[in-house]
């Protein structure tokens, strides 16, 4: 989707715009005489649907051979992955370090990560956690209000935002527009304000007293349902992902976060836009739309394996490293670079950055950490000289054997 170059009245989420324009002459499916009777081939979601399932039992075997605070480590690189993806779905940065920290701090795991100092993302984490600690606790038009507050923390709001309300009635239909000012093409238009209130209220009585579906399918339509009514000025998003992840939670009777369908949903972004246009144009059948769903879901699940591998393998890794009595340099400077996001290779000056002491300390310091079996030099050198930890070798080892029981 292409932005456009004017602002006028907008607002840019994630290279589109929700925008305030007079009402389009389409029908979206919340003008269905049905809304919000949706229905669905269950037939048709039925395998993708059990080999959910059978994965998420396999995940929570897994994890559940792992030492406890392993388990602790993979709920953080979980719950990190989801905070940081839905806020970039929404075309926001964030620094995954301050992001870790403030889960970290929340969980109560000890970390040696610095304190964030940002008031969003302690929001978007505040959100997070609330959504799977407490899945069991009613999802009520207060919660929400506290949720979309916790997004646009006071003094930092933007002054179009209103925040701890639905959207104001009397304002004209909110759409997600795209293009250039006077070529823009509509891509949805939410429920009028006037109606947010009643057809709130109709979704959050679905939510606390559900029928007899697939608790996984119910995750997916609350995704729709909210989203379709765009009930607030901003957060709409961020706030959708956050309720299916307490369904995704209510499903599996735990708090235990170990996939991120966010993070699947960003790696798709440009399908879940098209998805989700697709569905608004559509009727209340919404079998398409809940087999993309059940696919990131999926998707999750499976990247999920691969987390927890490098979980494992990282731990074998510091297990052979504790012998070697590192200092605390070094300690540091490996902790940084075993991170997910860390860029490239290590070299000396990286390490001399990071240790913050000169090139020839940290060139001993690699040299120690080579002759020690933790680091691997790459074949290129002279100026280019790089290395790797063993971990990756660790890694493939290990990858389709499971965690030990012993860790």
């Given at each position: 989707m292409v932005c456009g170059k004017y602002r006028f009245n907008r607002r840019k989420i994630c290279g589109i715009y929700e925008l305030n324009n007079r009402k389009a002459d389409m029908t979206w499916i919340h003008q269905q005489p049905d809304w919000p009777n949706f229905y669905w081939d269950h037939d048709a979601l039925a395998v993708l649907l059990g080999d959910i399932r059978y994965r998420q039992g396999l995940l929570s075997g897994r994890t559940e051979k792992m030492r406890h605070d392993l388990q602790d480590e993979a709920v953080l690189e979980t719950v990190?992955?989801?905070a940081v993806s839905t806020?970039?779905?929404e075309g926001e940065l964030l620094s995954r370090e301050d992001v870790r920290s403030s889960i970290a701090r929340r969980l109560g795991i000890t970390q040696s990560f610095a304190k964030s100092r940002s008031r969003d993302i302690d929001g978007i984490v505040q959100v997070q956690l609330d959504a799977?600690?407490?899945?069991?606790?009613?999802?009520?038009?207060?919660?929400?209000?506290?949720?979309?507050g916790a997004l646009f923390p006071a003094g930092r709001r933007l002054s179009m935002v209103n925040t701890g309300d639905w959207r104001l009635p009397g304002s004209e239909p909110m759409q997600v527009v795209s293009g250039s000012y006077g070529r823009e093409k509509v891509h949805f238009e939410a429920i009028q304000a006037s109606l947010v209130p009643r057809n709130m209220a109709r979704l959050l009585d679905w939510i606390e007293h559900p029928l007899k579906q697939d608790p996984v399918i119910r995750s997916g339509v609350a995704h729709l349902w909210f989203l379709s009514i765009h009930p607030f000025d901003d957060g709409n998003g961020r706030l959708t992902r956050a309720l299916s992840d307490l369904m995704l939670c209510r499903a599996e009777s735990t708090s235990r976060r170990l996939y991120s369908v966010s993070t699947e949903i960003d790696n798709r972004r440009k399908h879940y836009y098209e998805a989700l246009e697709q569905q608004q144009r559509s009727s209340l059948d919404v079998t398409s739309w809940l087999k993309f769903y059940l696919e990131c879901v999926h998707g999750a699940l499976l990247n999920a394996d691969k987390t927890l591998g490098h979980i494992f393998s990282r731990a074998l890794f510091w297990d052979k490293a504790t012998v070697h009595g590192l200092n605390d340099r070094q300690k540091s400077v490996l902790s940084r670079f075993l991170e997910p996001d860390f860029q490239g290779y290590l070299n000396t000056s990286k390490y001399a950055v990071l240790a913050k002491c000169s090139p020839d300390t940290a060139l001993r310091d690699i040299k120690d950490l080579v002759s020690d079996g933790l680091l691997i030099q790459n074949e290129a050198g002279g100026r280019s000289t790089s290395y790797r930890t063993t971990l990756e070798t660790t890694l493939a080892?290990?990858?389709?054997?499971?965690?030990?029981?012993?860790l």
């Open positions: 990190t992955d989801d806020s970039h779905i799977t600690k407490n899945f069991a606790s009613p999802v009520t038009q207060e919660r929400l209000f506290g949720w979309q080892k290990h990858q389709d054997t499971g965690p030990n029981p012993k």
